[in-house]
């Protein structure tokens, strides 16, 4: 199989990565482009990949798998600079936030399977959530390809399109919730009398111990929340006052917030994108 990765930043160098380790493909069979030579050359030296700066189109022609790696607004522009060498038998892959497949068909101008994915920032250690939708001309087929790419740095989830925003909100900004956690809980134990080391570890631990243990387990959160405390606990205390603060009711405003928000981005990404078309 080959592929290739238009635009090798952060997140498409992090997918380029995961496929790479997880044995997906082989790095003979991976071309890349970057906006510098610098960055390009960082790509062949670590993976061992073919990379350019620039070159789209050559990337592209002969690729089984083409994934757009590029801001949302560029997107359109990438995939008109390349619709001369894409043909059916391809998979487009966009890692574009809220930019609709619709949009890339129309600049592709070609019938073909494309996929919409939104991974977050833990692909960078292969932890990451992967939300992936796509368009009528994918078959089951194409479906496991493209899961497959994925599997390497994350866990895949397929929904319609109308809920990437969702997916967006929940998993695409998560970390950035997780993150405030994790500086929370060592903050109290620094204040508690914990150096700052000991805290940061101990916390960073016990997320990552507790997310894992709920994969591993398949208990409901309640379930596994209610197997720590212990009445007239220090848990049962604590948790008393997380709710007396609305932890879960902060928390689900806030995806609902930031949902309404990609939507909105959305409405606004179109309109750039319209407005381009007249420029």
């Given at each position: 199989?080959?592929?290739?990765v238009?635009?090798?930043?952060n997140?498409?160098s992090?997918?380029?990565g ?6 997906v493909v ?12 610098a960055?390009a ?8 990949v073919?990379?350019?700066a620039g ?18 607004g ?6 008109r600079e ?20 619709s949009?890339?068909?129309?600049a592709?101008?070609?019938r ?10 833990p ?17 089951g087929?194409?479906?496991e ?11 895949t989830a397929f929904?319609?399109e ?5 997916v ?7 970390p950035?919730?997780?993150y405030?956690?994790i ?5 109290a ?5 914990l ?6 570890r ?8 507790a997310?894992?243990h ?13 197997q ?7 848990t ?7 709710e ?18 990609a ?10 994108i ?6």
């Amino acid at each position: 199989m080959k592929i290739a990765v238009l635009g090798a930043g952060n997140m498409g160098s992090a997918l380029l990565g995961g496929i790479l380790r997880a044995g997906v493909v082989q790095a003979a069979e991976v071309r890349a482009t970057t906006k510098s030579e610098a960055r390009a050359a960082g790509l062949r030296e670590r993976w061992g990949v073919a990379a350019s700066a620039g070159g789209n189109s050559a990337a592209a022609a002969g690729a089984e798998v083409v994934v757009l790696a590029v801001k949302p607004g560029t997107v359109p522009k990438v995939v008109r600079e390349i619709r001369d060498v894409l043909h059916e038998e391809q998979i487009l892959i966009s890692l574009a936030a809220a930019l609709p497949i619709s949009v890339i068909e129309d600049a592709a101008a070609c019938r073909m399977p494309v996929f919409r994915a939104m991974p977050n920032i833990p692909v960078v250690v292969e932890e990451g959530a992967i939300g992936i939708c796509h368009n009528s001309m994918a078959t089951g087929a194409h479906r496991e390809l493209v899961e497959s790419l994925f599997r390497g740095v994350g866990v895949t989830a397929f929904v319609e399109e109308e809920q990437m925003d969702a997916v967006t909100a929940l998993s695409g900004s998560g970390p950035a919730y997780i993150y405030m956690v994790i500086e929370a809980m060592a903050a109290a134990g620094v204040k508690m009398g914990l150096s700052r080391e000991v805290s940061m570890r101990l916390s960073e631990q016990t997320v990552l111990g507790a997310a894992k243990h709920a994969r591993a387990s398949g208990l409901h959160p309640a379930i596994l929340r209610d197997q720590v405390i212990t009445p007239g606990g220090t848990t049962i205390a604590a948790i008393h006052e997380l709710e007396r603060h609305g932890l879960r009711s902060m928390l689900i405003s806030a995806i609902e917030t930031a949902t309404i928000h990609a939507g909105k981005r959305t409405d606004v990404l179109l309109a750039e994108i319209e407005k381009q078309k007249h420029t």
